[in-house]
């Protein structure tokens, strides 16, 4: 069992940054780690993932603006957000990934001036 904590969201200006922090209460190094966000009404969407081998993936919406990490020794994983939208705001949610799937409660991001 892994239990996922973010934190970092909050409000921001249109072209601001923030950095998501999750933690993970175990240890996360097999796991695939990813970011995902939703809004109201809409389906939970990819933002980014990170192997244990630290190859990422993004969505075509945030390449060149995102950046995902991870620290396998702090069981952590980040998501550094720069030049951020209006349309980037949701909540964004941590999840760790092997056999099983888990889920953090995630974080409001807000974008807006």
């Known amino acids: 069992q892994v239990q996922l904590v973010e934190s970092g969201g909050g409000l921001v200006q249109p072209g601001g940054s923030l950095r998501l922090s999750c933690a993970a209460s175990?240890?996360?190094?097999?796991?695939?780690m990813g970011w995902y966000r939703q809004v109201p009404g809409k389906q939970r969407e990819l933002v980014a993932t990170?192997?244990?081998?630290?190859?990422?993936n993004y969505a075509d919406s945030v390449k060149g603006r995102f950046t995902i990490s991870r620290d396998n020794a702090k069981d952590t994983v980040y998501l550094q957000m720069n030049s951020l939208k209006p349309e980037d705001t949701a909540v964004y949610y941590c999840?760790?990934?092997?056999?099983?799937?888990?889920w953090g409660q995630g974080t409001q991001v807000t974008v807006s001036s």
């Open positions: 999840n760790a990934r092997r056999s099983v799937s888990y």
């Open positions: 990170i192997t244990s081998g630290r190859t990422t």
């Open positions: 175990g240890n996360i190094f097999l796991f695939i």
